[in-house]
């Protein structure tokens, strides 16, 4: 059952009902919390904390998230879902840690420290060992036991290294069994892309180390420092009715189509940024008035902010540029009838999809969707 206030903020965004998303906040939710009908995968709504590292490197039974050359370490459980591989402080003594973060009000996560008999609350580090190994490596090179998972559902072969991503299909992410997995597993796979990203001093040239528990990088010569930075990008669904407007890359899988998307360009404002984008890849011309901020996504594939927003156009004509492979309008029944059949779409599929449900444009499709049932 949607919740009576997710019902009207939709049916007030999609039917001009209110002037903005942004202005009317309903009694009880505060700023910055997801106005979708579904989480958005890697929204922990604060229960994964960042913050302040603790004063001492590696603090007695704090949780490593180990990362392999980008691979992420996880297992399978009984019910065939997928949930992260933890390594204890005191088992590895290799690799490169840094600072991640603390759970303490995740249930997922302290049964995941739970059950790796870690200390609870006591932080989660991402451990990159991939300049300790030529090939990935097992459980037992990694120091663990082979029946590292204390749950009898889960047998030690099921441990394997994994991409978050992969580009059709299910992926990782979309077969962790909680969301504070995903976000778990994915800032830990980005804070390690950044770091093998900034070896280099920008400045001089001259080689660079982790400081400040890995949250930062110093050059050796010259001092200057680096922090991971994320780059913005916004993604918006136009609505005009009953149909949206959606477009594909011609690298994407085939029959793959998403809301519209693009960086954020230097010295623009996210609203400047939605007008040129949606010009640029479809011609269509949006009404500055009609933009609404939806819910952000942090998308660490490396390191984007997705910040996702609806608009209305102001002209429905379509002019492909070479930016996208084919853009179209989507009447909402052609696609309830397509995600409908979608379960059963694998990567050689030709018929029509969208992005995999931890996607922030999945959860715009699908609010979009719900808003037009509502008003049926
Ligand atoms: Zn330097």
């Not at 591989?85 to 690799?95: A, D, H, I, R």
């Not at 890849?281 to 660490?300: H, M, N, R, T, Y």
């Not at 609806?310 to 696609?335: G, H, M, N, Q, R």
């Not at 309830?336 to 018929?351: G, V």
Request: charged share 20%.
């Amino acid at each position: 059952m949607v919740p009576r206030w997710v019902r009207w903020m939709l049916l007030s965004a999609f039917f001009g009902l209110a002037p903005s998303i942004r202005s009317k906040h309903p009694p009880g939710v505060s700023l910055g919390r997801s106005f979708l009908p579904r989480a958005v995968a890697f929204n922990t709504e604060g229960r994964f904390q960042r913050g302040a590292p603790p004063s001492e490197a590696t603090p007695h039974g704090a949780s490593m998230v180990p990362i392999y050359r980008g691979m992420s370490l996880v297992s399978e459980t009984a019910t065939g879902e997928l949930e992260p591989v933890l390594l204890s402080s005191e088992q590895v003594q290799m690799g490169e840690a840094s600072w991640l973060g603390t759970a303490e009000e995740s249930s997922a996560l302290a049964e995941l420290q739970r059950k790796a008999s870690h200390r609870l609350g006591s932080g989660f580090w991402m451990l990159d060992v991939s300049n300790c190994f030529d090939q990935a490596p097992s459980l037992s090179d990694l120091g663990l036991r082979e029946d590292f998972n204390a749950s009898p559902s889960v047998s030690s072969t099921s441990a394997q290294w994994h991409k978050l991503r992969s580009r059709a299909g299910a992926s990782v992410v979309d077969r962790l069994a909680s969301e504070d997995y995903a976000a778990l597993l994915a800032v830990a796979a980005g804070m390690s892309a950044w770091h093998r990203s900034v070896r280099f001093c920008a400045t001089c040239g001259a080689p660079t180390e982790a400081v400040r528990s890995g949250l930062q990088r110093q050059c050796c010569q010259c001092g200057s420092r680096f922090r991971p930075r994320v780059d913005p990008a916004m993604l918006v669904l136009v609505t005009d009715g009953d149909r949206c407007l959606l477009g594909r890359k011609a690298s994407w899988p085939a029959g793959r189509f998403s809301a519209l998307a693009g960086f954020v360009e230097f010295g623009e404002t996210l609203e400047e940024c939605v007008i040129r984008e949606v010009r640029e890849e479809s011609g269509v011309l949006v009404d500055p008035k009609s933009i609404c901020f939806v819910a952000s996504q942090p998308w660490l594939f490396p390191r984007s902010l997705l910040l996702g927003f609806t608009a209305k156009p102001v002209s429905t004509e379509i002019k492909l540029t070479e930016e996208l492979e084919d853009v179209k309008w989507f009447e909402a029944d052609y696609i309830e009838a397509c995600l409908a059949e979608a379960d059963d779409i694998d990567a050689s599929d030709t018929r029509f999809n969208i992005p995999s449900r931890t996607s922030l444009a999945n959860s715009l499709i699908h609010g979009w969707l719900q808003s037009i049932r509502a008003q049926k």
